[in-house]
Nanobody, 122 residues
């Protein structure tokens, strides 16, 4: 089991960038996904990376703007977010599944972080 902690959220102007981090001991054995949830909306899949970084996947809404990566020496997964828009405002979560293959389904993930707020001003 992992205990995920997200960091890097904050307030940014439209067009700006943020880098989110997700860290936990033992994370190198887990596939990790990033999700977000805006007020009044369902949780949305953003990106996923397998444990060995052999497979990556993105939602169409963020493809070309967001990039997921990991450093297993540091037990960390990052989400680089560029060209941010006001509609990207949400709480961002990382989630993990042991040796998990790619999945955009939140129900497939067993461990979740508490989330970090991202606010994009217009």
């Amino acid at each position: 089991q992992v205990q995920l902690v997200e960091s890097g959220g904050g307030l940014v102007q439209a067009g700006g960038s943020l880098r989110l981090s997700c860290a936990s001991s033992g994370l190198s054995r887990y596939g990790v996904g990033w999700f977000r949830q805006a007020p009044g909306k369902e949780r949305e899949f953003l990106a996923h990376i397998t444990a060995k970084a052999t497979n990556l996947g993105y939602a169409d809404s963020v493809k070309g703007r967001f990039r997921i990566s990991r450093d297993n020496r540091k037990n960390m997964v990052e989400l680089q977010m560029n060209s941010l828009k006001p509609e990207d405002t949400a709480v961002y979560y990382c989630a993990a599944r042991l040796w998990g293959v790619f999945s955009p389904d939140a129900n497939d993930y067993t461990d979740w972080g508490p989330g970090t707020q991202v606010t994009v001003s217009s």
